[in-house]
């Protein structure tokens, strides 16, 4: 059976840092796609960033670039998102997903495979 817990969320005040971990079980880790999408309240799902296990590609949407690190320790089956210079708007529920290595839109939370439950970020001003 297929997992993905994420944890790390919580309250930071602007400028401040967390790290999200997304805990993966019950499939092949080095197949898939493991990406972090993010949900405002009204908000459609938002692709944050993806990572390839098998070459540790990354993709980044443009309002993180240089802000958030997507990283993975494939022995853990682990995938990490560090933040940092977080900033209001960065408030969300962060879900990671996974999806078999394949030719799709990785930045398309329709497109994934898995999801986790989510955990949420709230960032003060």
């Known amino acids: 059976e297929v997992h993905l817990v994420e944890s790390g969320g919580g309250l930071v005040q602007a400028g401040g840092s967390l790290r999200l971990s997304c805990a993966a079980s019950?499939?092949?880790?080095?197949?898939?796609?493991i990406g972090w999408f993010r949900q405002a309240p009204g908000k459609e799902h938002e692709g944050v960033s993806s990572?390839?296990?098998?070459?540790?590609?990354?993709y980044y949407v443009g309002s993180v670039k240089g802000r958030l690190t997507i990283s993975s320790d494939n022995a853990k089956n682990m995938v990490y998102l560090q933040m940092n210079s977080l900033k209001p708007e960065d408030t969300a529920v962060y879900y990671c997903?996974?999806?078999?290595?394949?030719?799709?839109?990785?930045?398309?939370?329709?497109?994934?495979?898995?999801y986790g439950q989510g955990t949420q970020v709230t960032v003060s001003s």
């Open positions: 019950g499939f092949t880790f080095g197949d898939y796609v």
């Open positions: 997903a996974a999806v078999r290595d394949r030719a799709i839109d990785y930045s398309d939370y329709r497109a994934y495979d898995y």
């Open positions: 990572i390839r296990i098998s070459d540790g590609g990354t």
